[in-house]
């Protein structure tokens, strides 16, 4: 059973810093895409952050470059987003996301071609 579990969610102020975290489960992880994904109120889900897990390529957001920082670990099957000069308008619940095929993994993030999911964690960015 694929699985992944995401951690490290929770309240901020503007300015600090959070890290999230996603243990895998039942899945192979090598040469694989993760990316995080998140989702404001009332907004559509959007993409923030992808890594391939076999060459560490990556690929950021516009609204995140420079702020946030996507890693894996591949022995621990456990991929981190650490989030840095949090703003407001970070807040959303984040999610982590699996694509079997690393191609094109950072192109851009399409969300339907992440078949696994995880439950989300949320984070929240007080001004």
């Known amino acids: 059973q694929v699985q992944l579990v995401e951690s490290g969610g929770g309240s901020v102020q503007a300015g600090g810093s959070l890290r999230l975290s996603c243990v895998a489960s039942?899945?192979?992880?090598?040469?694989?895409?993760l990316g995080w994904f998140r989702q404001a109120p009332g907004k559509e889900r959007e993409g923030v952050t992808a890594?391939?897990?076999?060459?560490?390529?990556?690929y950021y957001a516009d609204s995140v470059k420079g702020r946030f920082t996507i890693s894996r670990d591949n022995a621990k099957k456990t991929l981190y987003l650490q989030m840095n000069s949090l703003k407001p308008e970070d807040t959303a619940m984040y999610y982590c996301a699996a694509r079997m095929s690393p191609v094109a993994c950072v192109s851009g993030m399409t969300e339907s071609m992440y078949k696994t999911w995880g439950q989300g964690t949320q984070v929240t960015v007080s001004s």
């Open positions: 890594i391939s897990t076999e060459r560490g390529f990556t």
């Open positions: 039942g899945i192979i992880y090598d040469d694989i895409c």
